[in-house]
């Protein structure tokens, strides 16, 4: 049975608030056009696209889980997932990666175990692993598919091809068949297999792979399906074998976050300095719109407000330049900027944000910080352009989206009232708790969260390095922006303005 139909009967076990839940978590499931059966449904949730962005809701131990189970595939149960990962079989944080990976139908139940070939999809050589024996051996004929049974001592009587593979791979997946089987190999065989096996992948070649010619390559070993040859005289070991050989391996398991180090901090400390925050924050946006109204501010032509405008700006404002920054970016985020041949100028929507009440004002600004295309805080990237603001990049702003989210669910998760920490740890505990997500920072990732949190604090959802009430609210509004999201304006190189509309986050 293939994955989609496997995938589709587990569907249909669900219940209706089951069924809701999940697609209120892979919201892409009903993107247009949503999907009008069961079985569409299990085709978009096995699309690739789609379980890369359900991999991108897990954090580090369920990834790890989600890796070392796609290195099993259909074999995969969780006893030798225990035994991959060395935990006990009852191992409470395993238990819980898998809900996690079940909830999100990244896995799923099967009798006997888990459902999960499909997730080759995402990693084709989980742990530096090569391909498993149901992908090697379906090249191989009927004949040599029943020699190979006869050996394993498994009947291939009424079995198709597809049911007998399976019945191999399934025989090769029992660590002590394999182990058993090689004892009786000469001992140069043994000493090349166990070479083979702990062979990871490189630029050189992938894992598990020798090159020879037919017959000449560990002849003994082909024959038994230890390793498997393609008709490009390449021999490939089934990733099963090579699991069974690494007696000692155990997959990386990281169930416990970094710890962040927590210090003493007085509430009302923090609440009056997120009260002048705030305050500040308005006042420049006043500030800002009112020097931009004494005649438009000019552009760069290759996009981007410039350094030089961008110092006389603060100083007709009367604000530092950091605060001028910020401020600008924001502005033109809410699309409470417009630009034009002219230069930039205040939009006609500035007068609806100017006349609604200060706590309304803060929150809009808060929630257009929140999927801002720019970090304006963050340290200069070196190797990039000037330090030009409004010069904005979509890719930087999906990441930046996420990372901006993700911070303050963490650190509304983890610092406690009247607990502070540093910023030096954060960066290590959003690596564990999205890995996915992180990773796309490259090296920018230490760069990003430290424009995060001094923008966080001039915004006031942060304070002496702890979260403010203000941020409690916050999160529940706009934590994850909707799929389309309104326009906004950015100057760009090409013309006086450039409208784009937000690409949909999940």
């Known amino acids: 049975m293939s994955s989609h139909a496997m995938l589709a009967a587990h569907l249909r076990t669900l219940t209706e608030d089951q069924l809701a839940g999940l697609v ?32 991108a809701l897990l954090a580090l131990p369920q990834l790890q889980v989600g890796e070392a189970a796609a290195a099993l595939g259909d074999c995969c149960t969780t006893v030798r997932l225990a035994g991959l990962l060395g935990v006990p079989e009852d191992d409470a944080d395993l238990a819980e990666a898998l809900r996690r990976l079940t909830a999100l139908v990244l896995v799923w139940p099967r009798a006997g175990g888990l459902a999960a070939a499909h997730l080759s999809e995402m990693w084709p050589h989980p742990l530096e692993l090569g391909a498993g024996a149901a992908d090697l051996l379906v090249t191989r004929n009927m004949t040599e598919l029943r020699k190979l049974a006869k050996l394993y001592g498994i009947s291939a009587t009424g079995r198709g091809k597809d049911e007998l ?174 630009a ?36 304006p805080l963050a340290p200069p990237d070196p190797t990039g352009p000037s330090a030009r603001v409004l010069y904005w990049d979509e890719e930087e702003e999906l990441i930046l989206t996420g990372l901006r989210a993700l911070t303050m669910r963490t650190l509304l998760g983890v610092v406690p009232e009247g607990q502070s920490i540093d910023p030096g740890a954060l960066a290590a505990r959003l690596s564990w708790e999205s890995p996915v997500l992180t990773d796309h920072s490259d090296d920018d990732l230490e760069r990003y969260v430290t424009g995060i949190w001094r923008e966080a604090h001039r915004l006031a959802l942060l304070a002496h390095g702890t979260v403010t009430s203000l941020a409690v609210p916050c999160s529940t509004v706009a934590m994850r922006p909707p799929a389309g999201t309104p326009k906004r304006c950015c100057p760009g190189p090409a013309t006086p303005s450039c409208c784009r509309t937000t690409s949909p986050r999940w």
């Not at 809009?364 to 295309?373: A, E, G, Q, R, Y």
Request: glycine share 8%; with cysteine; aromatic share 4%.
């Open 24 to 55: 209120a978590t892979r919201r892409d499931a009903t993107i247009e056009p949503v999907p009008k059966t069961v079985d569409k449904l299990a085709e978009r949730l096995l699309h690739p696209s789609s379980m890369a962005a359900a991999c």
């Open 165 to 338: 593979i399976t019945a191999l791979a399934g025989w090769l997946a029992e660590s002590e068949n394999v182990r058993r089987l090689v004892a009786e190999a000469p001992a140069e065989v043994r000493g090349q297999l166990d070479d083979l096996a702990r062979q990871s992948d490189s630029l050189f070649g992938r894992p598990g792979v020798v090159f020879g010619s037919p017959g000449m390559v560990l002849p003994w070993a082909v024959e038994r399906g230890l390793l498997v040859r393609s008709m490009w005289n390449v021999n490939e070991m089934p990733r099963e074998v090579a699991l069974a050989l690494r007696e000692d391996f155990r997959a990386p398991f990281r169930p416990r976050p970094p710890v962040m180090p927590l210090e003493p901090i007085d509430p009302a400390l923090v609440e009056r300095e997120a009260a002048a925050a705030a305050t500040e924050t308005l006042a420049a946006v006043t500030a800002v719109v009112e020097a931009m109204s004494a005649g438009p501010v000019p552009l760069l032509k290759t996009g981007g407000l410039g350094v030089r405008e961008l110092r006389r700006l603060a100083k007709a404002s009367g604000q530092d330049e950091d605060r001028t920054r910020l401020t600008v970016e924001l502005l033109a985020a809410g699309g409470l900027t417009e």
């Open 340 to 375: 034009s041949q002219a230069g930039l100028t205040p939009s006609t929507a500035y007068d609806g944000f100017a006349g609604a009440e200060p706590a309304d004002q803060l929150l809009d600004v808060i929630k257009d910080w929140l999927t801002m295309p720019a970090s």
